[in-house]
């Protein structure tokens, strides 16, 4: 019997790494070429865990804003350039296993321009749900990368920093909005699956921070973002996204299970609050996590029982 074969990773990590800038151009080239070329093969662990250690120090090393820019980009973009969805969510796998270990060394100066990589890996990463049409098994996994070992919204690793779920929860609307933009016809996105994994840190989370703030910016602002949508604004003052993200108000819908057809943004809306309360209701939300949920889920179902009485 012929063994498994793997791809023969070329010793990409130390050119990655250089001092010199010029060396490390041509080595991030050299590294399209090879995950476009060798995109039926997923890398082992190991050689993937070398390669983004390689590709980490790449980006530490790049030290003007335009540069920094372009590079992290050019990076993120790598999950579009390799064709084979195995391969492309192993790439952001490594990705997100290489932040969170690496999160806690990045020293204050260079910390904003992580945070963008983050921003273009975010974008890139639905750029890429989008060109898979959202398909289940794939949106699944993508989730999983998130919220599984080792990924930045993991509910039960208190290693993981709790400054990247801020962050996210932060942006996370904001580039998939981009990403929508960006495509010339998009299928309808599966809103409340994407939202699964911070439900559930939400729900999880031993930190009562990081509940605050999956809550006060992602949780409130879309809810009142549906809800404005659908009718007339609520009477209770409370945070709201801005831009108008209007193509995601068109394009919405609850899982991959319907993103054949996008539906109404008030159903939409209520789909997610149902999550919230269901994902409240399972054994393994923390109790005080739990009654924060339905105080949240509570206040939304009185707020639209009074908008229709006064109607």
Request: charge should be neutral; aromatic fraction near 10%.
């Amino acid at each position: 019997m012929s063994a498994v074969s793997t791809p023969a990773v070329p010793p990409l990590g130390k050119y990655l790494a250089s001092s010199e800038k010029k060396t490390r151009d041509k080595a991030v080239k050299n590294l399209a070429v090879f995950l476009s070329s060798d995109s039926e093969n997923v890398l082992p662990d190991l050689e993937m865990a070398k390669l983004w250690k390689g590709i980490f120090y790449c980006f530490w090393m790049s030290d003007k804003p335009l540069v920094q820019q372009a590079l992290a980009g050019e990076l993120a973009e790598l999950i579009l350039t390799i064709t084979n969805v195995p391969s492309s969510l192993n790439f952001l796998r490594g990705f997100w296993t290489m932040t969170v270990r690496e999160w806690n060394g990045i020293d204050r100066l260079r910390m904003d321009k992580y945070y963008m990589l983050i921003r273009k890996f975010v974008n890139a990463s639905f750029r890429f749900l989008v060109r898979t049409k959202w398909d289940s098994a794939t949106v699944e996994e993508y989730n999983l990368i998130l919220s599984g070992p080792s990924g930045p919204l993991c509910p039960n690793d208190i290693r993981v920093p709790t400054s990247l779920a801020f962050h996210l929860s932060e942006i996370y609307i904001e580039e998939l909005e981009k990403a929508l933009t960006n495509s010339d016809s998009p299928t309808p996105v599966p809103l409340s699956t994407l939202l699964s994994p911070f439900i559930v840190l939400a729900a999880r989370t031993p930190t009562n921070t990081t509940y605050r703030h999956i809550q006060s910016s992602l949780f409130e602002p879309l809810h009142n973002l549906l809800k404005s949508s659908s009718g007339p604004p609520s009477r209770k003052k409370a945070r709201t996204l801005s831009p108008d993200y209007s193509k995601l108000l068109v394009n919405a819908c609850t899982s991959s299970s319907n993103s054949d057809r996008a539906m109404d943004v008030d159903a939409v809306r209520k789909s997610i609050l149902q999550k919230i309360f269901d994902v409240a209701s399972e054994i393994e939300t923390r109790d005080a996590n739990r009654r924060r949920m339905y105080t949240f889920y509570k206040n939304a179902v009185e707020d639209d029982e009074d908008e229709d009485s006064a109607g």
